[in-house]
């Protein structure tokens, strides 16, 4: 008798703990709560910082949620797409990129998202004025960094204007070529180079480099920034609710924060 009543205790017991387990599992799934994911995005090296907001922004929304940042030239970073590198998003810094890979079918969709502007930095502590492009031929001006136009979407907006002003062939002896926009800071930073080409946005984040002179527009291809939403996503999902986030007010008001402005006008 004694046996019987333990073991119906035991399966009592037993009972009850698997009752509780079904009911922790029922609530879990009731609340929502999400398995943690982590987007890659490949990003053109010249949003780095307003990226980095824009990583701790999306995860304060979506602690579920986390961001890889992958940073490169926009070349480099196709190349890497193309060749079955891990991207869940590319943000490119010239349309090229992105219609190149749209051509393969790697791109779910894509929008021109941001606009920009290239300009000519010096030194910070250098005292130089320039009216025109052609000061550029002077000899106290001995190195000037430029992004390799093949891989860097800067470097080839340099090479259209200096095309345009008749100054590309005469410049060559004196250009360095660098592997992103960034490295063109860099190197101006550091004196390495007289001066370089980059973006507003770049030379509005350096403390030890200055503008002088914006380039016009009409020179050089519209410098346009587009997302893309990649087919190969592993969590296509919440690569498309990022893909729409950075189209928000709220991610765009953190991009004008840098120097950027909207590729929509608005």
Known sequence: MKK?????????????????CSTGSDQEKASGA????????????????AMEDIKLAYHEAHPEVELTLNYGSSGTLQKQIEQGAPADLFFSAGTSQVDALTEQALVEESTPLLRN?????????????????TMLESDEMKKIAVGQPESVPAGKYAQETLQ???????LQPKLVFTKDVRQVLTYVESGNTDAGFVYRTDALASTKAK??????????QPIEYPAALLKDSDHMEEAKQLY??????????IFEEYGFTSASGN
């Open 34 to 49: 999400a398995e943690p994911v982590t987007l890659i995005i490949s990003t053109a090296a010249s949003l780095q910082d």
């Open 117 to 133: 502007d290239l300009v000519l930095i010096v030194p910070a502590d250098r005292e130089l004025a320039a009216d025109d492009l």
């Open 4 to 20: 019987q009543t333990i073991l119906g205790l035991l399966l009592t017991t037993a009972m009850i703990g698997l009752a509780g």
């Open 244 to 253: 729409d986030y950075l189209q928000s007010k709220e991610a765009l008001a």
């Open 164 to 170: 345009n002003v008749k100054l590309w062939d005469k």
């Open 211 to 220: 503008i002088v002179l914006q380039v016009k527009e009409e020179l050089h």
